[in-house]
Every structure is written in C-alpha cells, then in structure tokens.
C-alpha cells in the first residue's frame, strides 16, 4: 500500500487552486473571442422599402442593384440578408401602408426607407411626403428596427421651389429623428445619359454594379460598425 503524508495533499491542493485562479484571471484577461470577431458573426437583415430604383424596372431582378448587393455579401462571407420589398410605382402612402406586415414577417434588424420620388412625380405636398415617412421612421423604431433614409432627387423641370423642398425634406427627417440620411445613389450616374434607360429615369443594367459599389460600403460603415 502507498502512503500519502496530509502535507502532500495539502500542497497539492494548494498548487491545483493557484492553477485555477491563474486560469480564471487569463480567461477574465484575455476572453477566448474578442468583441470584433463577435461583431462579425452577428447576423443582420436589412429590408429595402423602395420603388422602381430598387426595384430592377425594365431588367430581370438578377441585374438588379440589390440583389447584386446581396451576392457581393455573399462572397465576402458577410452575415447580411437584403430583403427586397421594393415595389415599381410605390408611394410613401404604399409604403407606410406596407410597412407593418413588413415588420411582422420579416423582423429586420435594419430598414431603408427609399420612396418619396414617385409621389414628387405626381406632384404630390412635400409635407404629406414627409409625414409618410415620419411615420415609417416612428412605426419601425418602435420595433426596435434600425433606420436608414436614401435621400431622392427629381428632375429640375418640377420648378426650383419644390424641388428644393422636395430635397429638403428627407434631411429634415433624417435630422429630426437623429437617422443616417444616405446620399441619392444616382446623383452622378444621372449625369451619363449611356447609364440611363430611355425614360431618362432609371438606370440600365451597366449602372446597377455601380450603384452597388456606392451602396455597398455606405451600408457597412452605418451596419457594421455599431
């Protein structure tokens, strides 16, 4: 039989509790994953609620902006999914009016709001714009979803007064509701006649990577770096 003397034993219990609380400290110190990798395997959903822009109108959807959005995520193994409830010739009113069920069967964590260039079309009041998508911001905060608005812009011919108030309208918004306000993607991609379809409108499908390559990192820097 061996014999183990009551000072061995308490020398080994005292060096197995020294390992333990050494352990405890490192763990406590330097935790197993840091905060950044975290972040990355978070998963995202962002919903677009927009019009015709978002839309692909007069290309297959697979040429579509958004949809080459997702892709590109996709290949950068980014834990995002786009859900495109963009519908050709939606209103604010449309929008406002979709938007609950959208919050409901969805649960995005992220919305862009890009509506508001079909109601200027039909000459609709700036300040019924606006409070459509007041509302909007108001009903998806309360869901705890995180807002974006996409500024619009419209052809000059509508007259310098509401054009004016028309572009004013969405950094209003954006500022009253402390929301990020991106820049209209199509500002410079207007300009090129070659980029437009023959409405003079919306973009061809040459323009949708572009659009892509403008949107793509605006979504990072307001998504990822929360």
Known sequence: ???????????????????????LVLVFLFPFSSHSDQTKGQEYKLLILGDSLSAAYGLTQEQGWVYLLQDAWKRDGANIEVVNAA??????????????????????????????????????NPRKIEQ?????????????????????????NYGRRYTQMFTKLFADVADKNDVPLIPFFLADIALDTSLMQQDGIHPTAEAQPMIVEFMKPQFEALMLAE
């Open 1 to 23: 039989m061996f014999s183990i003397s009551s000072n061995r034993v308490k020398a080994c219990s005292v060096t197995n509790l020294k390992s333990l609380i050494l352990l």
């Open 132 to 156: 459509n998508i007041q509302s909007m911001v108001e009903l998806a905060k309360a869901a705890d979803v995180k807002v974006m608005i996409q500024e619009m812009q419209i052809p000059t």
């Open 87 to 124: 519908i050709s010739g939606d209103t604010t009113d449309g929008g406002l009016a979709r938007l609950p069920r959208l919050l409901s069967l969805h649960q995005p964590t992220h919305l862009l709001i890009e509506l508001g260039g079909n109601d200027a079309l039909q000459g609709h």
